[in-house]
């Protein structure tokens, strides 16, 4: 039995006003809460410390450059760390990076994966970027991912913790299951990740009823078809009066939701997950090395795109 306590932190709205150091107040606030609940790991929020930014159109750097943390722990992210190290828990923040890569100024959709001492195990920068680069010109608000994030550089790692092996993905990577089905092939017992998922559909008019549907599907499947754990955080709410879906949750390998909130405020979820359970399932239904034929999925790594056979 290898039992560990595993909170998801949802936030409530970060409007544009809000600073900082009021944000990072309640990610604080939370990460104390978990820690009362039982809980030794955190997931937090994608972009948890800014109001989602790219529903705007920004032309210059000047413009957006504001959202971005430039170190990592930046100066806001110092009390987040501090408590933490504190309390000796380990958590997932989202976050807009902007680093120089060879030189080159780059900016990630990004998420960190902090130890129960503090350090940062590792980073993770969204591959799967939605939306578009130039503004569609929807009366109400844009997506803009691909306008602001570079894709990211990093893949798609694991990182092993003294309490399982975690992988981390953000929101829109949670649609594509190759994301998973990589870090479950590194070993991946745990999936965190973030989203901020507006709850309408600028680009068709979508039922509101399916934005939930198929975020919980997405994390059902992830979770059951890679026999792992998934911890799943939202930023929710009313951002400026921007809509975003709640629906934070852990769902267990077997892909039964074990917890879910129930607002679309700051709210702290807690389970005692049992590692042993993914464990069991990758030895039988999802014995990957017993069961997978890749030699028939070459289509998935040769094609970008749909092609028609000949
Ligand atoms: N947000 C949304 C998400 O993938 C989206 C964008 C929603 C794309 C629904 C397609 C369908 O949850 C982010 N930040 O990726």
Redesign the pocket.
């Given at each position: 039995m290898r039992k560990e306590g595993f909170a998801v932190a949802q936030m409530g709205p970060v409007h544009l006003q809000d600073s900082r150091e009021k944000t990072v107040k309640r990610l604080v606030e939370m990460l104390t809460e978990a820690q009362s609940r039982g809980a030794t790991w955190v997931t937090f929020p994608?972009l948890a410390l800014t109001t989602?930014f790219p529903r705007y159109v920004y032309d210059k750097p000047s413009e957006y450059d504001p959202f971005f943390e430039e170190a990592t722990p930046s100066k806001a992210m110092q009390p987040l760390f501090a408590e933490a190290a504190r309390l000796k828990i380990g958590f997932y923040l989202g976050y807009a990076e902007k680093t120089q890569v060879s030189g080159t100024v780059r900016r990630f959709n990004t998420s960190i994966l902090v130890g129960p001492d503090g350090s940062i195990i590792g980073k993770y920068r969204k591959i799967h970027l939605?939306?578009t680069i130039e503004p569609v010109g929807d009366p109400e608000f844009e997506?803009l991912?691909k306008r602001y994030f570079d894709v990211g550089d990093l893949g798609f790692p694991t990182f092993q913790t003294p309490a399982a092996r975690i992988g981390m993905c953000i929101?829109?990577d949670r649609?594509w299951p190759e994301t998973f089905r990589v870090m479950a092939l590194a070993g991946a017992e745990v999936f965190m990740l973030g989203?901020?998922?507006?709850s309408r559909?600028i680009h068709h008019n979508e039922p509101v009823h399916l934005?939930e549907f198929?975020?919980r599907l997405c994390l059902q499947s992830a979770a059951y078809q890679n026999a792992a754990w998934v911890m799943a955080s939202a930023k929710c709410g009313s951002e400026d009066g921007f809509d975003m879906i709640g629906g934070s949750m852990i769902v267990a390998p077997t892909g039964e939701i074990v917890a879910k909130t129930v607002s679309e405020d700051d709210e702290v979820i807690v389970y005692r997950c049992d590692l042993e359970l993914g464990a069991y399932i990758r030895r039988s239904v999802f014995d990957f090395e017993r069961h997978r034929r890749p030699e028939h999925y070459q289509a998935i790594v040769n094609q970008v795109g749909i092609e028609l056979p000949e």
């Open positions: 994608e989602f939605p939306g997506h991912e929101c829109n649609r989203y901020n998922t507006p559909n934005r198929h975020h």
